[in-house]
């Protein structure tokens, strides 16, 4: 599938109703399917697509109850995933210590999911179908978890690959199902499209949230008196090439690995029934030929060597960092300071607090962008992560101090929240429209960064990571730093306007008249107190506040024409206050 970046979508806000528009594009490459939030967001797909879905005469639209009955069965078998997905995945680098063999099954399953979503994903929807690609996606799902049972390499690492080939198409389909039941929904109410695709997703994901809190629950509940801590060489001294220590934490008996395997595999078997016994087939009629789906494929391949923006390039090390800090805390975090310390047991409950927090600070600091601006945001999400940093490498380790690791996983999800929210969106507001495979190469950055974690997860000691994270935050901070700067992005307001503009062409220099208003409110002169930039397209109107003249831009003369009483206008433009 195209990636799709509503034109419409041009605001910075991170508060809720735009972080609802934010979730709503299909990256094309997912990255980590096993965290709280889902590798593949959906996409708002814009009225001239519709035509993928069979139109009115051709399908019945469902109806209303049909509609809302759908979306709740869909969340609940997502919820129900993975709670399951979830909780396995964040207690592999401490439950099957053997071999590595837990970070390794995460980072094949990292490789074969940047695979599939950009070789699998529209072929798999085609062959398939919504509803079977998401089956297919699920049961493969439940098999990587059921095989913890008895994690031998073999096992693990084929349904890792297998996971990593269906995420993307699973992730997709999901993706179109929403909007497909958003779009019908729409037709029934006779309101705007957008809105409701938004509410929708907004609707999902808010269920689908909750996914880590229920997965972490089961593990802290089953493992409850599954205890067996290191306490000594944790933390900072912490070294997993120490055969002894390394795996004695992390040994729980048979009989639990059980429960909690049987356990999050019969919530998938519930899962796949449900979308079996209730969920209605939604077809697509226009099904791309193979041979056009994988041209698309190497297209986005090829735009990743061809840089056409510096700004973008300058992003590439923090966009990297974002995960290789997320992943730390499932990868290296619950292993040497949760599990050696306190015992396995305990990962689940801490990873709750994380959670939580991620959470409100994700709705906090999308307000607060307003007043701070997204350099503002990044700024304390650094000052955390480095706190976190310089804290972890002096502290020493004592089991009568599990409140700290609340303290530092809980501080260490706030500093995420703001990476994942405001990296993305600096991709969308300042480059989806001129690269429409900016997205793409967002998610494989992403991916990049998984893998460098997961490279070396097993084997590097804390000390060392301690150093690894300080310095490639240094780094890219400063670059980031250099490219917000470059692209002026200061704590500006950004408003969805419409404008209709004439050209005289008595005059010589084309003087070009321009009405603006906010819709569907009506914004008159007094509004603009500052420098007022208008783009439309490629061209920059720059104009004075009302009480000057206005500022010549470009090869053209612009004139400056406000009539508050006009609402007539249908081409969208980025105003900048």
């Known amino acids: 599938m195209d990636d799709f970046v509503s ?105 074969f999911i940047a695979f599939s979503s950009i070789f699998l994903t529209g072929i798999a929807m085609d062959i398939f179908g919504l509803k079977w690609t998401i089956l297919i996606g699920e049961i493969t799902y439940i098999s990587y978890i059921a095989v913890n049972v008895r994690p031998t390499p073999a096992l693990m690492y084929t349904t890792a690959t297998l996971c990593g080939l269906v995420s993307a198409p699973l992730w997709t389909s999901q993706a179109t199902y929403v909007n497909c039941i958003a779009r019908y929904h729409a037709r029934h109410t006779q ?3 957008e809105l409701i695709i938004s509410l929708f997703f907004g609707i999902f994901f808010a269920v689908f949230s909750m996914s880590t809190i229920w ?35 992390s040994n729980i008996d048979d009989t639990k690995r059980y429960i909690l395997c049987g356990i999050y595999a019969g919530m998938g078997v ?27 494929a190497i297209e986005v391949l090829r735009s990743l060597v061809q840089w056409k923006f510096l700004d973008q390039l300058l992003l590439v090390p923090i966009t990297i960092w974002a995960m290789i800090e997320h992943t730390f805390l499932t990868a290296q975090f619950t292993r040497a300071f949760i599990t050696c310390l306190v015992g396995i047991r305990f990962i689940g409950l801490i990873l709750i607090g994380n959670g939580i927090c991620t959470a409100l600070s994700s709705y906090i600091f999308g307000r607060l962008v307003k007043c701070i601006g997204r350099i503002g945001c990044i700024s304390i999400a650094a000052i955390i992560n480095y ?39 600096t991709y969308i507001v300042h480059h989806s429209e001129r690269d429409p495979t900016v997205l793409a190469k967002y998610r494989l950055w992403k991916a990049i960064g998984s893998l460098i974690t997961y490279s070396y997860a097993s084997y590097a000691t804390i000390e060392v990571t301690i150093f690894i994270l300080f310095s490639f935050l240094t780094i890219s901070l400063l670059i980031t730093l250099i490219c917000c700067s470059c692209s002026n992005d200061s704590p500006s307001t950004y408003r969805n306007l419409d404008t209709r503009y004439t050209t005289n062409s008595d005059v010589v220099n084309s003087s070009l008249s321009i009405v603006i208003t906010e819709s569907p409110t009506k914004m008159n002169e007094t509004s603009f107190t500052t420098d007022v930039t208008v783009t439309i397209g490629n061209v920059t109107l720059e104009f004075n506040p009302p009480s000057k003249k206005p500022v010549a831009s470009g090869p053209w003369s612009f004139a400056r024409t406000w009539d508050p009483d006009t609402y007539n206008f249908d081409t969208n433009c980025r105003l900048s206050l």
């Open 7 to 111: 034109t419409e979508f041009t605001s910075i806000y991170e508060d809720e109703e735009n972080r609802r528009k934010t979730s709503s594009f299909i990256y094309s490459i997912p990255v980590h399917s096993h965290s709280s939030i889902p590798s593949v967001d959906p996409t708002i797909i814009n009225d001239a697509t519709e035509t993928n879905i069979k139109e009115k005469d051709e399908v019945p639209i469902l109806s209303i109850r049909q509609i809302y009955k759908n979306l709740a069965i869909l969340s609940i078998a997502f919820v129900l995933l993975f709670t399951a997905y979830n909780g396995i995945a964040a207690l592999q680098s401490s439950l099957n210590t053997k071999g590595n063999v837990g970070i390794n099954s995460l980072l094949v399953n990292t490789i």
């Open 191 to 193: 309101k705007k499209a």
């Open 215 to 249: 997965g972490n629950a089961v593990a802290y509940f089953v493992l409850n008196d599954s205890n067996n801590p290191q306490r000594v060489n944790c933390g900072i001294y912490f070294n997993p090439l120490t055969k002894n220590g390394t795996e004695k934490s």
């Open 270 to 296: 519930v899962s796949v029934l449900l979308l079996i016994l209730f969920l209605d087939p939604i077809h697509l009629t226009e099904r791309q030929p193979i041979k056009q789906s994988l041209k698309k």
């Open 387 to 425: 706190s976190m940093i310089i804290f972890m490498y002096f502290w020493e380790p004592k089991d009568n101090q599990m409140y700290i690791l609340f303290m530092v996983a809980g501080l260490w999800g706030v500093a995420d929240a703001v990476w994942q929210s405001q990296i993305i969106a």
